[in-house]
């Protein structure tokens, strides 16, 4: 995935501690893809995929930042959104892209649904933390 | 030596001038409250709360925090807890205590001795403000979670829309706690109002992850054990695309794009039920 850390500089930024700045963050990157000018459908799917990941920060993570800016790439739009924590880390990647596989209580579907929503997924994960990237571009 | 004379001279100063000084005291505040309270409210309050602190300064010293005053601060906290609910700012409810440096000021500071004093009295009321501050803070921290509160039940209706069927039309963020409240509404309601069939709608929810949905299929399991059918309408169709792409499966659960297709299903099933009835009661 390309570095967006040029569009993180004049980001939007919303910390996570609680599930009620899950909801904060969702509207600040709904806002930026209205503002994007990205279709409903686009609109729709990149706000519950930043609902997942928000929500996957907070109760796996402990909390973390939210960061969303507006990119462009040869000619078309997009809403770049970057949700990077200081947990514990991920332990076994792959299992946890599965459909369906979950540490916790939820549909396990957090991860892996969020990976289909978007144009572009990156994830990073270590004993420092784990950093998601998504992108979704507008046509 | 020099504490204890100061805080001789300011209990001389504040009991000769007392009504001088409360008067000044009450013309300051009002004009800050630009008369949005009645000055013999004011002067009620702010009488009690000059007497109080007096009492405490003649009675132990300058320490704010010192049991003393213990009177004096809860006349505050109760001042501070009704300026919050009538809704003036928590600067103006600080500037109530602080204007009684002002008034102060003149009669105290004419020489050395009576600076000395105004700077110790001065510091008491500033522990005396923030301590309004602070109560302000946390009542209107408790007004906002009591609205709260009151939004989560007002906002999660279950109204019957038919015999037999109730709807419940959800607006806003579904989480666990509003869940609770729209399952146990609902499973109460199925009861009272004897219906077989419950319609959720979620035209008013702008996004369904798997948390959402997670809820959706707890309140459909519950009712289904009472017996009763639901049927979740109001799928938007970007709801809809971003639902098959999150690989979430309502399974067998009926789901409708409009509330009024949801009614009809609801009621044909109904009828079909009663004419199985009739035909095993022949």
Redesign the interface.
């Known amino acids: 995935m390309k570095d967006y850390g040029t569009a993180v500089a004049t980001a939007e930024t919303v910390e996570v501690t609680t599930?009620s700045d899950v909801?904060n963050a969702?509207q600040v990157v709904?806002t930026l893809a209205q503002r994007g000018g990205l279709p409903?459908?686009h609109?729709?799917?990149l706000?519950?995929a930043a609902?997942?990941l928000g929500?996957n920060m907070l109760i796996y993570g402990g909390g973390g930042v939210v960061r969303a800016a507006l990119v462009a790439d040869s000619g078309r739009s997009g809403v770049y959104v970057e949700f990077r924590d200081q947990g514990p880390g991920i332990p076994d990647i792959e299992t946890a892209m599965q459909?369906g596989w979950t540490s916790g209580s939820?549909?396990g579907?957090?991860l892996?649904?969020?990976k289909?929503?978007v144009d572009e997924f990156d994830i990073a994960t270590g004993e420092g933390g784990t950093t998601v990237r998504i992108v979704k571009w507008g046509r | 030596m020099a504490a204890e004379s100061s805080t001789h001279l300011l209990v001389e100063t504040l009991a000769a001038n007392r009504d001088t000084f409360l008067d000044q005291w009450i013309r300051v505040v009002g004009g800050d409250l630009q008369g949005r309270l009645s000055t013999a409210e004011l002067g009620r309050e702010l009488g009690e709360l000059y007497d109080s602190i007096l009492a405490a300064v003649t009675e132990g010293g300058l320490d704010g925090r010192a049991e003393q005053f213990d009177e004096a601060r809860s006349l505050l906290i109760e001042l501070s807890r009704s300026r919050a609910r009538q809704g003036f700012t928590p600067t103006e409810t600080a500037r109530s205590v602080f204007a009684l440096k002002e008034v102060l000021e003149p009669a105290l500071a004419t020489d050395e001795q009576g600076a000395r004093t105004y700077l110790q009295f001065a510091r008491l009321l500033d522990d005396l403000a923030l301590l309004t501050t602070e109560a302000y803070i946390r009542t209107r921290e408790e007004i906002i979670s009591s609205q709260a509160e009151q939004l989560l039940e007002l906002s999660t209706p279950v109204v019957k829309l038919w015999d037999g069927v109730v709807g419940v039309p959800l607006v806003g963020?579904l989480?666990s706690a509003r869940t609770q409240v729209v399952m146990e509404k609902l499973l109460q309601t199925l009861v009272d109002s004897d219906s077989t069939h419950a319609i959720i709608d979620i035209t008013g929810v702008?996004?369904?992850?798997?948390?959402v949905?997670?809820h959706l299929l707890k309140t459909v399991v519950a009712a289904r054990m009472m017996g009763a059918q639901c049927i979740i309408s109001g799928i938007r169709?970007?709801?809809a695309?971003?639902i098959v792409?999150?690989?979430?499966e309502f399974g067998d659960i009926p789901t409708n794009s409009s509330l009024a297709d949801a009614l009809r299903q609801a009621l044909t099933e109904i009828a079909r039920d009663a004419e199985d009835d009739v035909k095993g009661l022949l």
């Open positions: 599930s909801v969702r709904r409903l459908v609109q729709t799917k706000v519950t609902s997942e929500r459909d939820g549909l579907l957090g892996s649904g969020a289909r929503l | 963020t989480d702008p996004t369904v992850d798997t948390q949905a997670q169709p970007q709801i695309q971003t792409a999150l690989g979430i």
